[in-house]
């Protein structure tokens, strides 16, 4: 996909930038809240993807919104203006995330659970999130009652499924054997 392709240079060369000006931990705040704004707006969206606003316009309306945004953050939102690329500023957030977490050793982790974590069952998720990575770990809970209790985490790419809905599967499958 071109557009991912666009967004990965566009985030590298933000980070690139970022990192030289010892300021990449608040980009990577702008670029969370230029993420959640896209993806909660509609409107947002379809004003930074449409062919017939004007393109100082969208770079206007980004600079009035997110007025207190970091130099290098107003600085992509030039660059976008001049390369008539607005349409792809969520995906260049995204990728800034992915990169800065690599180059910070962050991993994400999503743990899903049928109720919010307590603060007991975040510790068993972080004990066993200790037997996968050394790496610091960003915990995002998905609630999810379909697993009916317990967790099932996924770190990368691999999953850990120690939910009560799995174990009644596992129980199904062996009976019916």
Do not use: C, H, W
Request: proline share 3%; net charge positive.
């Amino acid at each position: 996909m071109a557009g991912s392709r666009a967004a990965i240079r566009y985030a590298k060369a933000i980070l690139d930038i970022a990192q030289g000006n010892n300021n990449s931990e608040k980009v990577l705040a702008d670029m969370n809240t230029i993420v959640s704004a896209v993806k909660e707006s509609k409107e947002l969206k379809l004003f930074l993807e449409s062919p017939i606003v004007n393109v100082q316009t969208k770079r206007n309306a980004l600079v009035e919104v997110f007025a207190s945004a970091q130099p290098e953050t107003k600085a992509l939102f030039q660059l976008l203006l001049e390369n008539k690329r607005f349409g792809i500023l969520a995906p260049i957030g995204d990728q800034y995330q992915e990169l800065y977490n690599e180059a910070n050793g962050i991993e994400n982790a999503v743990v899903t659970t049928a109720v919010p974590l307590d603060a007991a069952l975040e510790n068993k998720v972080l004990a066993k999130i200790a037997t996968f990575t050394s790496k610091k770990v960003n915990l995002t809970n998905v609630v999810d009652p379909a697993i009916i209790g317990g967790f099932v985490l996924r770190i990368g790419d691999q999953q850990y499924n120690a939910s009560v809905a799995n174990r009644l599967l596992q129980l199904k499958r062996e009976f019916s054997n």
